[in-house]
């Protein structure tokens, strides 16, 4: 069974950090592209950042270039995404994916696989 499990959110401040992971289950995403995704109550999940499977492509959505970094390690089979200089408006439950892509594709219609959802909380 395919699992991808994320962590790291939480509650910070304006201005501060967060690492979000996510850990792969079942098989392995090293041909895959994985993107992160978010959702904030009542609004629609929106792209946040993608990357392909070398970590040699990346794609980020604009509110969030120059602040966040999507990386991930193969031989763990783990994606991450570090945040910072955070936003109140980055609140949100943010979720990662895997896409049977080779380059980075931002609609989350293209995406396989989705992890369960990790809240950040960025209080003013």
């Known amino acids: 069974q395919v699992q991808l499990v994320e962590s790291g959110g939480g509650l910070v401040q304006a201005g501060g950090s967060l690492r979000l992971s996510c850990t792969a289950s079942?098989?392995?995403?090293?041909?895959?592209?994985m993107g992160w995704f978010r959702q904030a109550p009542g609004q629609e999940r929106t792209f946040v950042a993608a990357?392909?499977?070398?970590?040699?492509?990346?794609y980020y959505a604009d509110s969030v270039k120059g602040r966040f970094t999507i990386s991930r390690d193969i031989i763990k089979n783990t994606l991450y995404l570090q945040m910072n200089n955070l936003k109140p408006e980055d609140t949100a439950v943010y979720y990662c994916?895997?896409?049977?892509?080779?380059?980075?594709?931002?609609?989350?219609?293209?995406?396989?696989?989705w992890g369960q959802g990790t809240q950040v909380t960025v209080s003013s």
């Open positions: 994916a895997a896409a049977r892509r080779v380059v980075p594709t931002t609609p989350a219609s293209d995406y396989n696989y």
């Open positions: 079942g098989r392995t995403f090293n041909s895959y592209s």
């Open positions: 990357i392909n499977w070398s970590g040699g492509n990346t």
